[in-house]
């Protein structure tokens, strides 16, 4: 359930409370006023008449000597004693009563009582529970809409700010929550958030910012260095030592390169030369540059359907009709970066032949470019974090820098491709390259 529904509600099922607990509380204090009226008029009433009776020996007020209905409690009232019970009977068209009594002389002498009919009065209490009922359904009819506005309010400003945090989450170290979340309009709970996310992000930005200048630093000054080594390795006599040196020189100028290439993607100054190439052909070729045994497949890209054609005129009989020419097996051309694509696609190979077991298998199916292996598959930190710099999961020598799939998805950025890291249901590591149209 949204948030806005569960506060319209939390706000309505408030509302009831409270109108109920007043509606409990105007009807028990009314109740009591209505008996304690009745009480007073009972009273008032038998004294009245017991005045008129001692005088002229008449009944008046309706009151009556012994009569049979009297409740047992005014039966034997003490001489003199005035003494009033409630009778909550209904007989005819008379509801609950007030019963006033008191005895006319000394002991064995008839009682006079009076009976006080409540009826209008508790008619006009069910009256007033029936409004107040009736106000309140519609002072809770009028003011839900109202909840619903301002719990959407305040949904819509968390949406906004959960939206903001996924973006950052997702690296994008720019997104802010911005103004409209109603700082211009004082602080909150909700405003607290959003300032904490904006800083949280700028804080972000500044650590990464340190972090890739530091890498671009690092690779800067080691490129003239591991120049030098590699002049100097020229310089060896030939034998197992120079070709060693010559090795780890290597090794050392590629990481150098590699991390030039991931700062210069980092930020953001690499930009594509695009041209019209066949796909299947570029996936080739960057396989063959590896060296690595790697099985390479093409599926054909399914023709397009064409429109109907208008039928045509009738030939002359002694004209043969030239036959159709077979479009459906037509090999993908894509509008990429090819440097950039062999990147992508050599790096997925050599990581799938670094990590993971033969046979390492390349399909290319229209846009679509899948590098499978038949190992471990990748690791599950890798999967929900995506891959991080020089953290490989692996100890074997030669495992590598981790940088492979760093590069292969920044490249994978430039050219406005979808690169997915998965793992095969029967086991292995799948990333599949889909190129854009």
């Not at 650590?207 to 030098?228: K, S, Y």
């Not at 097996?329 to 992508?344: F, K, N, S, Y």
């Not at 491709?417 to 292995?428: F, S, T």
Request: glycine share 10%; aromatic share 2%; with cysteine.
């Amino acid at each position: 359930m949204p948030l806005r529904w569960k506060i319209a509600a939390l706000a309505a099922a408030t509302a009831c409370l409270v109108a109920l607990a007043v509606g409990v509380l105007v009807h028990v204090w009314t109740a009591m006023d209505v008996r304690s009226r009745a009480e007073m008029e009972a009273t008032n009433t038998v004294y009245s008449a017991m005045d008129v009776y001692r005088r002229t020996g008449t009944l008046a007020g309706g009151a009556e000597l012994d009569p049979a209905d009297l409740p047992t409690a005014l039966r034997h009232p003490a001489d003199g004693d005035r003494r009033v019970a409630y009778d909550g009977r209904v007989e005819g068209n008379l509801g609950p009563s007030v019963w006033g009594a008191q005895r006319v002389g000394g002991p064995g002498s008839p009682v006079l009582a009076v009976r006080i009919n409540m009826s209008p009065q508790l008619h006009d209490l069910r009256r007033l529970d029936a409004s107040m009922a009736v106000a309140s359904l519609v002072s809770l009819a009028a003011a839900l809409p109202l909840a619903v506005y301002g719990a959407g309010l305040v949904a819509r400003r968390l949406r906004r700010v959960a939206e903001t945090a996924a973006r950052i989450s997702a690296g994008d170290l720019d997104a802010r929550t911005g103004p409209a979340l109603g700082r211009a309009r004082g602080r909150d709970e909700v405003t607290d958030i959003a300032a904490t996310v904006d800083l949280m992000a700028d804080s972000l930005g500044r650590r990464l910012g340190i972090e890739r200048q530091f890498t671009a630093d690092v690779a800067h000054e080691l490129r003239t260095p591991v120049g030098g080594l590699l002049a100097a390795a020229d310089l060896l006599p030939p034998g197992e030592t120079e070709d060693l040196l010559r090795a780890r020189v290597r090794d050392l100028r590629g990481l150098v390169e590699d991390l030039l290439e991931i700062s210069r993607l980092d930020a953001g100054a690499e930009a594509p030369v695009r041209a019209r190439v066949p796909l299947a052909a570029v996936v080739a070729e960057a396989v063959a540059r590896t060296g690595l045994d790697t099985e390479v497949s093409v599926t054909e890209a399914p023709r397009t359907p064409q429109a109907p054609q208008a039928p045509q005129a009738p030939q002359a009989p002694n004209v043969e009709p030239l036959e159709p020419v077979d479009t459906a097996a037509t090999v993908e051309t894509v509008e990429t970066d090819p440097r950039r694509l062999e990147r992508i696609v050599g790096n997925l190979v050599i990581n799938a032949h670094r990590h993971g077991r033969t046979p390492v298998q390349v399909t290319v199916e229209g846009r679509t470019v899948v590098v499978r292996d038949h190992g471990p598959g990748f690791p599950a930190d890798l999967l929900l974090d995506g891959p991080r710099r020089f953290r490989t999961g692996a100890t074997e020598r030669g495992a590598g820098h981790g940088l492979g799939l760093t590069i292969a998805l920044g490249q994978a950025r430039v050219l406005g491709a979808e690169l997915r890291l998965d793992n095969a249901p029967d086991g292995g590591a799948v990333a599949t390259l889909r190129l854009p149209r």
